[in-house]
């Protein structure tokens, strides 16, 4: 009889945001836990690469990278909070609720005052979350008087005057969404049309078949960009071919720098 092979303990991956991990939080919760993380590091990376201006890549490429387990929710986390992050800057600050550790970690601060204030509020569980929900009435009470100070009723009339109000950045106004039609599948009056069912779109002065939609349109799953009738493609990018001004009958090769 051939002598037992002794068992080997499973290995246990750990990293810097599974090591903070109550044993006690609910299953339900962790995901949710795990995209407020993953929004984080990808918003530092926004905006650090935004202040510094250098090209980090594009929220979709940083997101849809291997250590990424969430993309969906952490996709929308990211976008919906850079929407939002000149309001939950001016809340942060007449709060005064940060210091000390939660001021270092200031992108997962933003993240989580949009969840308790703008998006979902359930399953807010780890210490990061539970610091802030002890504050919520000074969060709430920063908003409301935010929106006296500006004159407006809601949210929705403070996000208008966010982006027309130069007391906000320039860095923290969100770009518009850019989309090329593919000519060969369809001309660009009616792409126009069928994206305002849904949009606001105006077609742009320089580019010929680039169309201008506004910021945090979420075309990922739209008809038009799953057949290739249109194409998610920003402004510079699409302005290359247009400087280049190929001619009939050239042959092009499309390379890459490595530095």
Known sequence: MAPKKPKTKPKVISNSVTKNLKPEMKRIDRPAYFARR?????????????????AVGSIKSLVYSPSIR?????????????????IIKDILMAANVLSGKWKRQGELM?????????????????????????????????????????????VKDLMTSALSSSSFPASDVRK?????????????????????KKYEVREDDTVLGLLILPPGADLHNHPLVKNGSVF??????????????PKPGWELQETKQFT
């Open 38 to 54: 993953e929004a984080a590091k990808v918003l530092r990376s926004v905006l650090h690469g935004d202040a510094r201006r250098r």
């Open 70 to 86: 969430n993309k969906k929710a952490t996709y929308a986390l990211v976008c919906q909070t850079l929407k939002y992050l000149p």
């Open 110 to 154: 933003y993240i989580i005052t949009y969840d308790i204030l703008f998006g979902q509020e359930g399953s807010l569980v780890g210490d990061a979350e539970k610091f802030l929900m002890l504050r919520k009435d000074a969060l709430q009470s920063a908003l409301a008087q935010i929106l006296k100070c500006k004159g407006v009723k809601d």
């Open 176 to 196: 518009p969404r850019y989309v090329r039609v593919n000519t060969l599948k369809m001309d660009v009056r009616s792409a126009l049309l069928e994206l305002s």
């Open 232 to 245: 998610m493609q920003g402004k510079a990018s699409s302005m290359v071919a247009l400087a280049l001004g």
